[in-house]
């Protein structure tokens, strides 16, 4: 019951974020997405990663997405069109997915077989956290570095272009102050 | 006790130490200030909370015409529950806590950074230059102050090998009070939160000076009230977190020695209150003594100060996990490094002012 509510509540919020016309509602679409998808990790007993999602995504990424957001001229967003010709392009991606995921992801889940099974399984290890960070710091610990460095390297790109044009501008303006 | 007579007496407990805080703080503020202070409702002022509840829920709530109707109603609300729920997993006492989760500290900061979408929301959706003005500088607030948090607790989370908060306040037994092992973390967690209170000196979202009031600048009646009572109740939760984390929870002082012993006769919710609410006086201090700093200067001082110093806090942590060293050496090397930092970052700000 709690599932389904909190997956009506997560589609209907995905919905929405596509469908609004202020950029501002669809970004607190997100959030509510985001946030009922992490209430369904709970609902999964992935404590941990419920916990997360919402501290990352909901309590960072959608605080810069609103950052950037309130910066730009929503008028001027509202002008433009919603949907454009890569709708359809999109809807057949979705569909191609959605067969996926009943042809080849359901009947492959462990999880939806034997939930209890799975949970003891977590207790027995040492719990939920345990199991995630042992793993994270043993047996996938290059994927671990890899993408950390990944990250770095697109913080590092997206501080180079922030920072050039102030530098080029300055660099005019005393030009313009010497001449 | 069932379940939801726990919740009651929590929820009750809080809202009449809402209450009261706000009473103490006028009243304190008033004292460092030479004033009076409210002291005409009641006994030197002891009704006057009840006063300002009975205004707030008598005054009418105005919207602008061109508010966001739908978020400028749900702002409020969304503050207030995300400032509530957090007090589920506390230990207040020794065998009081309404539920006990194995992820309770990631619980209330993930609690703690929804909260703040309500003020954004509320900001936002006034559609006021100086609501938003205060929404803007919340954000910024909130970028700048969460990793160095986050990180200074991560050095107690390894002492105490759980995210739970009771087990982190029973691992204090075993270690002592991990202010004593992490003072770096603990001045660092006090800094951020105070920003994440949003008081005095990082309250510039709500800057009456240049902003009118901030984020709640539209706001009256309850709904203001409610933003109102989530900033206490956020203050509360910053200094809970605090004492649970670092001065022990609700354990006794001097628990190892013998000849304290006595003191075990006091209940432990005594030791909880009386230390929870010493750090807000240290708070309520903190708004009567400091200036506001700009919002840059907080992001400086988050982004340069405080999240290298936690970031030698967790490495001197882990390290001292793996060699096992004297726990007098680690205290000395931590203070020392962290006093190092500052002397570093002090000559290379001199060095970037010189001119060349």
């Known amino acids: ?48 990663l419920a916990a ?16 950037a957001l309130m910066l730009i001229d929503i008028k001027e967003a509202n002008r433009q069109r919603r949907f454009h010709h890569q709708s359809k392009f999109v809807i057949g991606i979705g569909i191609i997915l959605v067969i996926e995921i009943i042809l080849f992801i359901i009947p492959r889940s462990e999880f939806i077989e034997s939930p209890e099974k799975l949970i003891a399984r977590t207790a027995e290890a040492g719990g939920n956290i345990q199991i995630i960070g042992q793993s994270l710091f043993t047996d996938f610990i290059f994927a671990f570095e890899f993408a950390s460095i990944i990250i770095l390297v697109a913080i590092v790109a997206a501080i ?9 501008i300055k660099k005019s303006s005393v030009i313009k102050d010497s001449s | 006790m069932s379940l939801l007579m726990k919740v009651g007496v929590v929820v009750g407990i809080l809202m009449l130490a809402i209450a009261y805080i706000t009473l103490a703080e006028r009243r304190i503020l008033a004292f460092m200030q030479f004033r009076m202070g409210p002291n005409r409702v009641g006994w030197g002022g002891v009704l006057q909370p009840l006063a300002d509840a009975v205004k707030l829920l008598s005054k009418e709530c105005i919207m602008p015409e061109q508010a966001d109707k739908w978020m400028y109603r749900t702002a409020p ?21 309404i539920t006990d989760i194995n992820i309770g500290l990631l619980f209330i900061m993930a609690m703690g950074s929804v909260g703040f979408l309500g003020t954004i929301m509320g900001g936002w959706s006034s559609r006021s230059k100086y609501s938003f003005l205060g929404s803007l500088r919340a954000l910024a607030l ?7 948090m986050i990180m200074a607790m991560t050095g107690v989370i390894i002492f105490s090998r759980s995210l739970s908060m009771v087990k982190i306040v029973e691992a204090q037994a075993q270690y002592g009070w ?8 603990f001045v660092i967690y006090l800094l951020c939160g105070v920003a994440e209170t949003q008081r005095i000196p990082f309250d510039m979202l709500e800057d009456e000076g240049s902003l009118v009031c901030g984020f709640h600048t539209e706001y009256s009646g309850i709904r ?11 203050m509360f939760m910053v200094a809970i977190v605090a004492t649970v984390l670092f001065l022990g929870g609700w354990q006794r002082p001097f628990v190892s020695w013998p000849f304290f012993n006595f003191l075990s006769v006091i209940p432990s919710i005594f030791w909880f209150s009386i230390k929870v609410l010493a750090l807000m006086f240290l708070y309520i201090w903190l708004r009567g003594t400091l200036p506001r700093v700009r919002y840059d200067q907080l992001i400086y001082l988050c982004w340069k100060i405080l999240l290298p110093l936690s970031l030698i806090n967790l490495m001197l942590t882990a390290l001292y996990m793996l060699w096992g060293m004297n726990a007098w050496t680690f205290l000395a ?24």
């Open chain 2, 224 to 234: 203001f009230g409610l933003f109102f009572m989530a900033e206490y109740a956020n």
């Open chain 2, 142 to 148: 909130m970028i700048s102050f969460e990793v160095p």
């Open chain 1, 160 to 168: 180079f272009l922030g920072k050039q044009p102030t530098s080029i």
């Open chain 2, 77 to 97: 609300v969304v503050s207030m529950a995300f400032a509530l729920v957090p007090f589920a997993v506390v230990p207040f006492a020794q065998a009081f806590y």
């Open chain 2, 333 to 356: 090397l931590s203070i020392g490094s962290g006093l190092a930092w500052l002397w570093v970052y002090d000559k290379t700000q001199t060095l970037a002012r010189s001119p060349s």
């Open chain 1, 1 to 48: 019951m709690a599932f389904l509510i909190l997956a009506a509540i997560a589609v209907a919020s995905a919905v929405m974020v596509v469908s609004v016309k202020n950029v501002v509602h669809s970004a607190f679409s997100l959030v509510v997405t985001l946030f009922s998808v992490g209430c369904l990790f709970i609902l999964l007993r992935a404590e941990f």
């Open chain 2, 178 to 185: 991990f202010v004593l092992l992490q003072p770096l973390a």
């Open chain 1, 52 to 67: 997360t999602q919402i501290l990352i995504y909901v309590g960072s990424i959608m605080i810069l997405i609103i950052f």
